[in-house]
Structures are given as C-alpha cells and as structure tokens.
C-alpha cells in the first residue's frame, strides 16, 4: 500500500513478505520510500510510478506485465482509494509472478505448435466429435489422398459417412463409452482408425475423438510380400529343394519343399521347432547356420542320412537398419 504524501509523491506505507521477495529488499528498505527509492531497479521504478500515476488520475485500476529483479515475469495492479473530497490519497497494490504460467503456456505452445507439424506431415488424420456427434475437428496430410480438405467436414454429423462400412457400428461403440477400431477402404486407399469416447468428470460420454493412419502403402506392400511368399512356397513345394527360415533363435518360422517328403516329412511340419534340435546330430551344420546368423553367408555339403547329400545355402536375412532378423 502506499500513501501520497505533502509533497504529492506516494510511497509505501504497507508491504507484506511476498513484495519483499519479490523486490528482494527487506521491508526497512521499502517502507516510507517512493516507488524510485525503494525499488532497486530504476526501470522497474520508473514503470510503477508510471502505473502508480495513472491510476490516481483516472481513478480506475491498472494492471501490466513486469519483468522481476531475478528476471521473471510478473502481473501487476494498483487500485487507487479515494477521500470523500475526492482526492486520491492511498493506493493498493498487487504482484502475482506467472513466471512459471508463462512457461508452462510456452512449453504448451511449442508441443502444440510440434503436435500441429506432426499432424501436417505424418501420413495421418486426426477428428473429434461432439455430444452430437458433430464434428469439430478434421486435420491431417492423409486427408488429401481421401479428396477430402482440412475442415471440410467441419459442423457436420458423422452419419454423412454411413455408407462407408462399418462407420455407424465403430462411432455407435465409441459413444457407448468403449474404444473402437475401424478401418476405412476408398479406393486402393486404406485408412486404419482408432476411436476413443472422451468423457467428463461424472463419466459421461461428452465426445469421440480419433485418430487414423494412412497404411495404403504399408497394406499394398504387405499384399505384394502374401503374393510373392505364396509364389517361392508353390516353387519350394514342387521343386527338388527344401527351403527354410529361422528366426534368431534357431527357431523354424518357415520350412517347404519336395525334397522334405524324403525325410517323412511336409511342409510346415518343423515351424515352431528349434533348428539346433532338429539338427543336433550335424553339428558342422548347426556351425554354418551360426555363421549365417552372425552375417556371414555360407555354402555347404552334407550328410542328410547314409544315401542321402544336400549341398545346402545359408544367408542372413537383414532389416532395413542392418540388424540380422534371422
């Protein structure tokens, strides 16, 4: 609080712990001292006088943003009193620090502004409905290969996309409080969408918001590798080979071939099992199988049974880092 005094200057005459801390002066340093006197800094002073001036001459409150000795930010406010002669005699302050609003609200908009670039870029779409199953939000850059704009939708029910299947039973599941999945097929286009009910405190369902994922090339891709797998399985089981797959831990996780009907044996008999104890006999092998896994490609003769010789090949199977998958 502060009071004018008989040369028209006003200086505190009331300050709590907070303000000292604030200024980071005890009180003695403050108390009886114009706003020049008792602030440290002289541009700090020289804004609260300012502030401190407008409010007795307009008599209404103010209120500003200041930045705090320790470099903080702060939200200040005088309320001017006034005598019943009219004239402005105490002023009460206020200063609450948002150094630490401010930044949460920063740290806010920079995950926004990145969550923003993400859904602007990644092949993805992103939707919330309301109660009435309106929608109020439709972004994403998968958006485009549907033929459909940001916001186009934006006010409409989700029944404009009934004839699509499965829409009506996927929503239908979300707004009954349940997640739900649900995938849309437009053309070679696919999208794979993933809903989730949003509800209030007391539980009720308030909305749904949703997320899908443009999978058209990853479902293209996987459709190309189930079509050429079943063209290498129709080569092994009418050829005189054996061809097979371990996984890392000398699992069987793919074994066809004419030749396996000379052991007794058919395809996809061994998937499942454990190549080391299928072979524990052949030692020599097991060792060229371990080379294989360890990067190193080899090939090799062996003894299948006392009238029977494979020359066999092995070959690491790599992914897209590098890394040996089997």
Not at 84 to 108: F, K, P, Y
Not at 155 to 177: I, M, P, Q, W
Not at 197 to 213: F, L
Request: hydrophobic content about 45%; aromatic content about 6%; glycine content about 12%.
């Amino acid at each position: 609080m502060a009071e004018r005094g008989e040369d028209g200057q006003f200086r505190c005459v009331v300050v709590n712990a907070a303000y000292e801390a604030f200024l980071e002066r005890p009180a003695a340093q403050v108390l009886g001292k114009t706003a020049a006197e008792g602030i440290g800094d002289s541009i700090l002073a020289e804004r609260v006088v300012a502030r401190w001036e407008q409010a007795a001459r307009t008599g209404e409150p103010v209120h500003w943003e200041l930045t705090t000795p320790a470099g903080g930010t702060a939200i200040g406010q005088v309320t001017p009193l006034f005598e019943a002669n009219g004239e402005c005699r105490l002023l009460v302050g206020s200063l609450r620090d948002i150094t630490a609003l401010r930044g949460a609200e920063q740290a806010r908009e920079m995950a926004e502004g990145r969550l923003q670039a993400v859904i602007q870029s990644a092949p993805l779409v992103v939707f919330a409905l309301d109660q009435e199953r309106r929608i109020t939000v439709l972004e994403g850059a998968a958006l485009a290969r549907f033929g459909v704009s940001v916001g186009e939708f934006i006010g409409e029910n989700v029944s404009t996309f009934a004839y699509l299947a499965g829409v009506t039973e996927a929503f239908d599941r979300a707004f009954g409080g349940e997640a739900a999945h649900w995938t849309v097929m437009v053309g070679e286009s696919r999208l794979d969408i993933d809903l989730a009910p949003v509800k209030d405190a007391n539980g009720t369902v308030t909305g749904v918001v949703g997320v899908g994922i443009d999978v058209t090339e990853r479902h293209r891709a996987e459709q190309a590798r189930e079509v050429a797998e079943r063209r290498l399985r129709t080569v092994a089981e009418n050829a005189p080979l054996v061809l097979w797959a371990i996984d890392p831990n000398g699992v069987y996780t793919l074994c066809e071939g004419d030749l396996l009907g000379a052991l007794g044996l058919r395809g996809g008999d061994l998937v499942g099992t454990s190549l080391y104890e299928q072979l524990k006999n052949s030692p020599d092998v097991i060792e060229h199988v371990r080379s294989g896994l360890a990067g190193e490609p080899r090939t090799f003769t062996w003894t299948v049974n006392e009238n029977t010789w494979w020359e066999s090949s092995v070959a690491p199977l790599v992914d897209d880092a590098g890394r040996v998958e089997g």
